[in-house]
């Protein structure tokens, strides 16, 4: 049971390149949410998932794009990469809306130039 | 959007004291509040939550108590040990969708 995945670790974009952050999880959960953890600003929601093919907007939703074919996989994708967006990025699931432990992926921490 | 503010944004204790982090929120409707602790260079983990129908709950050195009233909930922590340090998130949660709001962090330090 290998919890919530990402890929990749660590990622170095220019100005203007999109790309595409991983996440899978293996505990067959319904909820899966994406987060961006910048310095002194706490984690912040961008997108997240209540089940397959659904998504909805969080706090911090533009410049990203989300999409829910399965269960286990989340992808984010960074359309047009700015330096407003070099953070790091945490996915995480959980298996009861709005309350109960989520389970964070290991982050993968982005820098775009 | 719910809001929450979380204070202080560091703390340094002596080993064997407590430690305490305070958090407000302003949506009402919010009616589950999770704590998570973050190691350097880690993924935050669920050390304790509360529910808006308890006031405290308590985990061996680790509680937390939450005013309805005043919109405010906090951790406490007792005889810290060095294993504590860490950043430590208070959140919360309306329940509605999947949205929660985290606070800015605390970065506690316990000093040997």
């Known amino acids: 049971n290998a919890g919530v995945t990402q890929t990749p670790k660590f990622q170095v974009l220019k100005t203007g390149q999109s790309m595409t952050l991983q996440c899978a999880q293996d505990m067959n959960h319904e909820y899966m949410s994406w987060y961006r953890q910048d310095p002194g600003m706490g984690l912040r929601l961008i997108h997240y998932?209540?089940?397959?093919?659904?998504?909805d907007q969080g706090e911090v939703p533009n410049g990203y794009n989300v999409s829910r074919s399965t269960t286990e996989d989340f992808p984010l994708r960074l359309l047009s990469a700015a330096p407003s967006q070099t953070s790091v990025y945490f996915c995480?699931?959980?298996?009861?809306?709005?309350?109960?432990?989520?389970?964070f992926g290991p982050g993968t921490r982005l820098t775009v130039t | 959007g719910e809001n929450v503010e979380q204070h202080p944004s560091t703390l340094s204790v002596q080993e064997g004291d407590s430690a305490v982090i305070k958090c407000t929120y302003s949506?009402?409707?919010?009616?589950?509040f999770p704590w998570y602790k973050q190691e350097l260079g880690k993924r935050p983990q669920l050390i304790i939550d509360?529910?808006?129908?308890?006031g405290e709950k308590k985990d061996q050195r680790i509680a937390v108590t939450l005013n309805k009233t005043a919109k405010h909930f906090s951790l406490h922590i007792t005889e810290t040990q060095p294993e504590d340090s860490a950043v430590y998130f208070c959140a919360a949660s309306t329940g509605a969708g999947n949205q929660f709001y985290f606070g800015t962090g605390t970065s506690l330090t316990v000093i040997p």
């Open positions: 509360i529910r808006s129908n308890v």
């Open positions: 949506d009402s409707a919010s009616n589950y």
């Open positions: 998932s209540v089940g397959a093919g659904i998504t």
């Open positions: 995480a699931s959980s298996d009861l809306a709005g309350e109960g432990e989520q389970y």
